[in-house]
């Protein structure tokens, strides 16, 4: 942490008049009122990374630091994750959930004419969401739109997939749960180690069919480890995929967006690969 955040004195801080502190649990936010833009402004410069931590520990998304008496959010911190995660957070997600709006003059008091001059982000739609999974790689800014997706719409069962190597790279809280995952190794999976061999070859031949209207599939695979091992805990699914192909510095790439829509447990098959 920097020197200049230190708890003692963000205390202090917000102990003043015109401070109001409500943490969300529903939204999983924490919102935080400033009297006016300036003290709201001293808050996030001097102690966001406290704050992350803070909205961390009460299992929070984010925190929210707005104004009295004006709607949304000046600043947003994201809660406290890996530092690798943390700009994938705030470069495909919460970039298109911001709206910007043009502050008048009379509503920032001492700013000079700031407002004249440039334009200020207010959050004025977070969307209800207990989380998801992104993995570490790089993410095109073409797949935003899945990214808000997923995002947007939590109790869904939602996993993003790169077809050229069956990597995992967005997987919804809910499907991770699905898969008897709660943890960051959910997007460190391939899907061709889970899924019954025989089953992936007849999603190929389907793919290569009806790829370009999308379809449904049920296949089984493994939930909570690779197929190869005999302790893996075995499933039916029943899943609907839709197909995005992006251009890539001269190549395509395409992408699966699955979502879960049944899954039933089953034996062992006697062959799986």
Known sequence: MDAIEDSSTLWTLLS??????KPNPVKHLLKIKAPDYQEALILYTN???FLATWAASLNCTCALIGIQGMRGAAFKILAATPASQQK??????????Q???RLESNGLAGSDGYARRRHRYFEDNIYESPGFY????????ELRPIVDEVFSNPEKKLALTRMSDNFQLIVSASAA???SSDSQDVVRRRTTDFWHARDYQIFIQKFKQ????????????TTNL?????????AQFTTSYRFFEIDIGGYREVYRLGEGKDITPISRPKVVS
Request: net charge neutral; glycine share 6%.
């Open 88 to 97: 994938l957070y705030e470069d495909l997600i919460f970039a298109s959930l």
């Open 16 to 21: 003043r008049p015109g401070w109001e502190i």
């Open 47 to 49: 102690y966001r990374k």
């Open 134 to 141: 992104i993995a570490e790689t790089f993410l095109y800014p």
């Open 99 to 101: 709206k910007s709006v």
């Open 226 to 234: 690779p197929k190869t091992n005999p302790l893996a805990v075995w």
């Open 177 to 179: 749960r699905a898969m």
């Open 210 to 221: 009806d790829g370009s209207t999308g379809f449904e599939i049920t296949y089984q695979a």
